[in-house]
C-alpha cells in the first residue's frame, strides 16, 4: 500500500470502523480488565473509532491515518544485531492471517512477530505515530517526529503467544528524549554514558499459554507502568512520544533458545 495514499485511505477505513462502531449502542464498548494487564476483557471504556492505531487489514502493516493531527507510520522489526528475526532489523511488515482470528474488531489479519537465539538484550516491533509519509525503505522513516498522546490514558490491544513460545514480554512507548541522537532522538550518551538511552517508559505482560487470545490494557497511570530501570530515567512525557514497541524483556543472562513467536490485533489508544 502507497502511503501517499492516506487520504484516500482514511476515508475508507473511518467509513468501515464507524460502520462496524454503529452495530453496537453508540460506539464500541470494551468491557473488563479496567487497566490492568489482565482481566476477562479490554477496558470499560467507549472506545472512539478514531482512536484505532492498527488493525492490519491493509496488507502492510501500518498505523492507520486516524486521529487528529492524522497519524501516519509503518510497522518494522528491530534487534540487537544478534538475532535471528522475521523480518529483519529495520525491515517492514505485513499482516497474515493467524489460524484463530482475534475476538476483537477486525477478525481477520493480525502482526505476525516472531525471533529466536538472540544474545543480547533481545529484539522487538514498532511504529511511530507520525512519521513523514513515505512508500517504504528504511523505517522508522527521517525525520522522526513526535506525536502528542496527552489526551489519552493508555493504550488497549488483543494478543497471542503460540504454544512452546514465550509468554512474557514489555510493551513500550518511545520518547525522543530517551531516543539516541543516531536514532533520531535528542538523548546523547557522549554525556550520559554508555548505553543510558532508551529506557524507555512501559510495562510487561503475560499472555497465556496454550495459544489463546488475551486482551491487555496499560494505562499511563498505571504504577507498573515505568522504565525497567538500567539507563537514565526521563520524566515521563505523553507529548514527546515517537510510538510503541514491543520487545523482549531485558535479562542480564539473555536465552539464546528464547523463542517469542506471537500476535498482535486491534491497537487502540484509550481516553
Known amino acids: 500500500m502507497r502511503l501517499s495514499g492516506s487520504l484516500v485511505l482514511f476515508a475508507v477505513v473511518a467509513a468501515g470502523i464507524a460502520a462496524s462502531s454503529a452495530c453496537s449502542s453508540g460506539g464500541q464498548k470494551l468491557d473488563g480488565g479496567g487497566g490492568g494487564a489482565g482481566g476477562a476483557g479490554m477496558p470499560p471504556d467507549a472506545v ?7 488493525d492490519f487489514e ?21 534487534n540487537d544485531g544478534s538475532c535471528l528475526q522475521s523480518p529483519a532489523h529495520g525491515e517492514g511488515y505485513y499482516a497474515s ?8 474488531v ?12 538472540c544474545t543480547g538484550w533481545g529484539a522487538g516491533a514498532g511504529a511511530d505515530f507520525a512519521s513523514p509519509a513515505s512508500d517504504g525503505g528504511a523505517v522508522p522513516a527521517r525525520p522522526r517526529m513526535t506525536y502528542d498522546l496527552t489526551e489519552y490514558k493508555g493504550i488497549a490491544f488483543w494478543a497471542m503467544a503460540l504454544p512452546g513460545a514465550e509468554t512474557s514480554m514489555r510493551l513500550k512507548m ?8 543516531v536514532d533520531g532522538g535528542t538523548c546523547d550518551e557522549a554525556v550520559l554514558g554508555t548505553d543510558r538511552c532508551g529506557d524507555e517508559w512501559g510495562r510487561s505482560f503475560s499472555l497465556p ?7 491487555v490494557s496499560m494505562r ?3 504504577a507498573a507502568f515505568k522504565p525497567e530501570g538500567w539507563g537514565y530515567m526521563f520524566p515521563w512525557n505523553p507529548a514527546d512520544v515517537f510510538g510503541i514497541q514491543f520487545q523482549s524483556i531485558r535479562t542480564t543472562t539473555p536465552d539464546p533458545d528464547a523463542l517469542y513467536d506471537f500476535w498482535i490485533d486491534d491497537i487502540y489508544l484509550v481516553r
Open 48 to 54: 472512539d473509532p478514531m482512536d484505532l492505531l492498527s
Open 58 to 78: 491493509e496488507g502492510r502493516a501500518i498505523v492507520l491515518p486516524l486521529g487528529s493531527p492524522v497519524r501516519n507510520g509503518a510497522w518494522y522489526a528491530y
Open 97 to 104: 492471517t493467524p489460524v484463530a482470528p482475534a475476538p476483537g
Open 106 to 117: 477486525s477478525h481477520g489479519r493480525a502482526l505476525h512477530i516472531n525471533w529466536n537465539q
Open 174 to 181: 518511545v520518547m525522543r528524549a530517551s531516543t539516541q541522537i
Open 209 to 215: 499459554a496454550d495459544g489463546t487470545w488475551k486482551p
Open 220 to 222: 499511563f497511570s498505571d
